[in-house]
């Protein structure tokens, strides 16, 4: 059963996608086409919604994600299989976040959980950084100088008559002490590469056209959305 929250959300993303359903929205990196030319395309969002210290939301931001990293599609793979008798298995070479590359082997590589900004038994975060450095694909961590980790609260997937998605919801309460500009946000996945050795993994990365101020004392509430269209 969809929360109001969650309901809020949707029928804000739905009213983006209408916008780019009727040409008022171009896709970054694909200027030419539209969301009904994306059936059957996953389809990232991201949304951010800034709110002042008194809890008043000061400014909304919605846009279309970068597309997910080679370590998204690579983990799609692996979560396929176990053991390797009876199968042909390639692309097994994933990048954790510390740069340090891994082979995915037999048995054990599936999502785990660790300690995030001190909250333990989380599987997911959303990191926010004060990079610039354009999207690639084989990118595994973000580029800034600074970086905040952010746990992964709320999941969820949805489907109506024309879309089914899934929801990642994180907060971040900025107690730095004075205003935080964000320029990239990216979301990875704790999880086990081989027997019982867990990493994380960066599953997507955007960079932001301005920076995002969050007040000090505000919150930064950040939304992922992965989308597909079926109808």
Same mark, same amino acid.
């Given at each position: 059963?969809?929360?109001?929250?969650?309901?809020?959300g949707a029928c804000a993303i739905a009213?983006? #996608?209408?916008?780019?359903?009727?040409?008022?929205?171009?896709?970054?990196?694909? *200027?030419?086409? &539209?969301?009904?030319?994306?059936? $059957?395309? #996953?389809?990232?969002?991201?949304?951010?919604?800034?709110?002042?210290?008194?809890?008043?939301?000061?400014?909304? #931001?919605?846009?279309?994600?970068?597309?997910?990293?080679? &370590?998204?599609?690579?983990? @799609?793979?692996?979560?396929?299989?176990?053991?390797?008798?009876?199968?042909?298995? +390639?692309?097994?070479?994933?990048?954790?976040?510390?740069?340090?590359?891994?082979?995915?082997?037999?048995?054990? +590589?599936?999502?785990?959980?660790?300690?995030?900004?001190?909250?333990?038994?989380?599987?997911?975060?959303?990191?926010?950084?004060? $990079?610039?450095? *354009?999207?690639?694909?084989?990118? %595994?961590?973000?580029?800034?100088?600074?970086?905040?980790?952010?746990?992964?609260?709320?999941?969820?997937?949805?489907?109506?008559? =024309?879309?089914?998605?899934?929801?990642?919801?994180?907060?971040? =309460?900025?107690?730095?002490?004075?205003?935080?500009?964000?320029?990239?946000?990216? @979301?990875?996945?704790?999880?086990?590469?081989?027997? =019982?050795?867990?990493?994380?993994?960066?599953?997507?990365?955007?960079?932001?056209? &301005?920076?995002? =101020?969050?007040?000090?004392?505000?919150? @930064?509430?950040?939304?992922?959305?992965?989308?597909?269209? %079926?109808?």
């Amino acid at each position: 059963m969809m929360t109001p929250k969650s309901r809020l959300g949707a029928c804000a993303i739905a009213a983006f #996608i209408l916008g780019v359903a009727l040409g008022h929205v171009v896709f970054h990196h694909q *200027p030419e086409r &539209n969301i009904n030319q994306l059936q $059957g395309v #996953i389809v990232p969002v991201l949304s951010l919604d800034v709110y002042d210290a008194e809890g008043r939301l000061v400014k909304s #931001i919605v846009k279309v994600g970068d597309p997910p990293t080679l &370590n998204f599609i690579k983990i @799609l793979l692996h979560i396929f299989w176990n053991q390797e008798e009876n199968k042909e298995i +390639h692309n097994r070479t994933v990048v954790a976040m510390d740069g340090s590359s891994y082979t995915v082997g037999e048995g054990g +590589h599936s999502v785990y959980y660790g300690t995030v900004a001190g909250v333990a038994v989380v599987s997911a975060k959303v990191i926010l950084g004060n $990079g610039t450095t *354009p999207f690639s694909i084989d990118q %595994y961590a973000l580029s800034g100088t600074w970086t905040q980790d952010v746990p992964v609260h709320y999941y969820a997937a949805y489907y109506n008559s =024309t879309h089914m998605w899934t929801l990642y919801e994180a907060t971040w =309460t900025n107690n730095l002490g004075a205003d935080k500009d964000v320029t990239e946000v990216g @979301l990875a996945i704790y999880w086990y590469y081989s027997g =019982t050795v867990a990493k994380w993994f960066l599953i997507f990365r955007d960079v932001l056209s &301005n920076p995002v =101020t969050v007040p000090d004392g505000g919150a @930064l509430v950040v939304r992922y959305y992965i989308y597909v269209r %079926y109808g």
